[in-house]
């Protein structure tokens, strides 16, 4: 694996270009340039150094569409054969300059421009491929949709690249695979699941802390969106995407709370349970009081037959409790509690689902409630505590007195009995 | 009942808890392990032993309904017992009940015995001469009163909030959830512990006594432990109408067996308790 992926860094520092030692002959004046034909005469050999199957490239957009071989390996067009060890590096750029451009700014050219010798960062052919470069749409192609996280997952899901690359979000293929995403690709084949550049783009993949990056905070609402435009225009009305318009650091977007590469179907318990954990993640008083609940006790469980924050507030459209479109508002709340409760009454709802027993100001009845229990627990259990504390030191003594009183001369059980009695003082 | 009958038995017996008693006794101890057992993993949710607890009693569905049925029962305990002393006071006119030596009601007397045990504990006097119930017999019968009624009540109005919903404002709710929750650690907490120690596990007593099991006590027992019964009664010519027979071979024990349960079940729980509030 480890030789394979040298080799790989190899051929992308010296292109493909590098051919076996017989350039021997001397170099002649013809500036024509090679036909496909001369080259496939020793790299068409599947035994060559360097083979090229010709029914591949063949098949290959460019063997299909008439690029030749020098149309790429420039630097041997017109050179004599055979031509030199190595070959210049390819220049995709050449023709396809604006990918060319758009990848020059993407975290993989990044990454080596920083470490040219070194870099496990990819370059066209890492994803593309080389003599075998098939258009998108091809099934069989690297860069087809459904084969997109494969191809992306030959560095991303690969252990010693990643460590090599400093990848710091780790095998992050094998969680997408996992994903919601994963499975409608994986398993159901759907085309409109979106891949990895759906997200991160295909030939500018940015990193997350740039602006323009489609995954950066503010404009992942928009990256989701093109998919889950609903949602998106819901959650840009409600109280999160509002914060977030105006500037908001911690207002959450779809990602903090669905995760980027995990996200789960939403009814499924463990995303329940997952979300709730990430809602309090901010709403830490919120999260505490609701644990104090009978909806908390059962979700801190691990069970979700009960109101998590979503069934109460809302998903995407969360609005404050004043604004009257909040499902928690005065006008709305009734009909939210019947949701599980069937025949809730406005006296029903009036039930403090996030009271706090320590807020006098909040519950004040609660609180002098809480008071009292508290009270009543301490004085039980210090008043008894003691009191068998000091039964069970007596009655040992006692009966340790007792057993040396009995068998003993009436004499000497005298004497025992008053030693007895002695020690108890 | 023969001498020899009497002598292979260990004396003469006397009967304190009848049928009844010992019954009632039963569904409440099988009652309150049950609810003790399906409430707890709520109250202590964040311990690690509470999700497996709920599993075991088959997730916190099944294990509200089991603790609902529990709760059933226990109020149906309850109500027996109620009936019985209306019973007792209004068909019987058993007035001693309310008041006197074998009456439950704390009175003054109770509180000089407690404060004489507590002079004995230090070792400052003698041990004072209880009659038919002592005051910590008095304090978990009154304690567990208490929370049943709390209890019972709290967790009838979580049971069906719609229906108290008509009587009561929401804050209402908020209150028996916590009062529901904190007066059943309190009785969880005593029974387990000090009920356990005063009753079973203390010196005298250990490893339990088998009294409520066989609502029989010894001729000695009597008069060691309540001299002032044994005296009240012999004057009152009472004791002999109170000699019983032997309890049946098998009650013995089947009484130790449940004992040695609900002690092991109940000190478990104890310990699991401890443990989440440490953590």
């Not at chain 1, 709340?333 to 949701?339: L, M």
């Not at chain 2, 250990?206 to 044994?230: A, C, N, Q, W, Y």
Request: charged residues 20%; positive net charge; glycine residues 8%.
């Amino acid at each position: 694996m480890k030789t394979a992926h040298c080799c790989l860094a190899a051929l992308v520092l010296c292109g493909l270009s590098s051919v076996p030692a017989f350039a021997r002959t001397p170099q002649t004046t013809a500036p024509k340039a090679h036909a496909n034909d001369e080259c496939l005469a020793c790299h068409g050999d599947p035994s060559a150094d360097r083979p090229v199957s010709p029914t591949v490239f063949g098949g290959s957009i460019h063997g299909q569409a008439g690029v030749t071989c020098v149309d790429c390996h420039r630097d041997v067009a017109t050179a004599e054969l055979p031509h030199a060890e190595k070959l210049a590096t390819v220049t995709c750029a050449t023709c396809h300059d604006q990918p060319a451009a758009q990848y020059d700014r993407s975290v993989h050219a990044e990454a080596r421009r920083a470490a040219p010798a070194t870099s496990v960062a990819a370059s066209c052919k890492d994803c593309h491929g080389a003599h075998d470069i098939r258009p998108a749409s091809d099934p069989e192609s690297r860069t087809y949709h459904l084969n997109l996280a494969a191809t992306c997952g030959r560095c991303h899901g690969n252990a010693d690249i990643i460590r090599r690359g400093g990848i710091k979000i780790g095998n992050v293929v094998q969680q997408f695979q996992d994903s919601i995403h994963g499975i409608a690709l994986r398993k159901a084949g759907l085309m409109v699941a979106p891949a990895c550049t759906d997200c991160h783009g295909s030939h500018e993949v940015l990193r997350k802390t740039n602006a323009g990056s489609r995954i950066f905070r503010t404009n992942v609402p928009a990256t989701c969106g093109k998919c889950h435009e609903g949602v998106q225009h819901r959650y840009e009305d409600g109280i999160h995407g509002t914060a977030m318009r105006s500037g908001n650091t911690f207002a959450p977007v779809c990602s903090t709370c669905h995760t980027a590469h995990q996200i789960q179907r939403v009814d499924v318990d463990s995303w329940k349970l997952q979300v709730l954990r990430e809602c309090g993640s901010c709403h830490t008083e919120s999260i505490k009081t609701y644990r104090d609940t009978f909806h908390g006790q059962v979700t801190s469980l691990g069970f979700v037959r009960t109101a998590a924050c979503a069934d109460c507030h809302g998903a995407h459209d969360i609005f404050p409790k004043r604004d009257p479109r909040s499902t928690v508002s005065q006008a709305r709340i009734v009909s939210t509690c019947s949701k599980c409760h069937a025949g809730a009454t406005p006296a029903f709802a009036r039930y403090d689902p996030h009271a706090d027993k320590h807020n006098r100001a909040r519950n004040p009845t609660l609180y002098y409630a809480a008071r009292f229990m508290t009270l009543l627990l301490v004085f039980v259990f210090a008043f008894f505590g003691v009191h068998t504390t000091m039964w069970f030191a007596r009655s040992v003594r006692a009966r340790h007195a007792a057993e040396r009183a009995r068998p003993p001369a009436p004499e000497e059980g005298t004497d025992t009995t008053d030693e007895a009695e002695k020690k108890d003082e | 009942m023969s001498s020899a009958q009497a002598a292979l038995e260990g004396g003469v017996q006397y009967l304190r808890f009848d049928r009844y008693h010992r019954v009632l006794h039963g569904l409440l101890m099988l009652s309150f392990l049950g609810l003790a057992l399906t409430g707890l993993p709520l109250l202590f949710n964040e311990a690690p032993w509470a999700a497996v607890l709920a599993r075991v009693f088959g997730g916190f569905h099944t294990a509200g309904i089991l603790h609902r049925t529990f709760a059933a029962l226990l109020i149906t305990v309850f109500s027996a017992h109620v009936f019985r002393l209306l019973y007792r006071l209004f068909v019987n006119k058993e007035l001693f009940i309310l008041w006197g030596p074998a009456s439950m009601t704390p009175q003054p007397r109770d509180l000089v015995e407690m404060l004489r045990h507590m002079r004995w504990f230090l070792g400052l006097g003698p041990r004072p001469r209880f009659d038919h119930f002592t005051y910590w017999e008095k304090f978990d019968y009154w304690a567990v009163f208490w929370g049943m009624g709390i209890i019972g009540f709290s967790g009838l109005v979580l049971w069906f909030p719609l229906f108290f919903s008509r009587f009561v404002p929401g804050w209402f709710f908020n209150i028996a959830m916590l009062v529901h929750g904190e007066e059943a650690l309190l009785a969880v907490g005593f029974i387990f512990t000090i009920h356990f120690f005063n009753s079973h596990l203390r010196p005298e007593k250990f490893p339990m006594d088998t009294v409520i099991f066989t609502g029989r006590v010894t001729d000695e027992e009597l008069r060691e432990e309540r001299p002032d019964e044994f005296e009240r009664l012999t004057a009152e010519r009472a004791l002999g109408s109170l000699r019983v027979d032997p309890a049946k071979p098998w009650v013995l024990p089947l009484g130790r067996t449940i004992g040695t349960v609900a002690v092991a079940v109940g000190l478990t729980l104890v310990v699991l308790i401890v443990y989440a509030f440490l953590s």
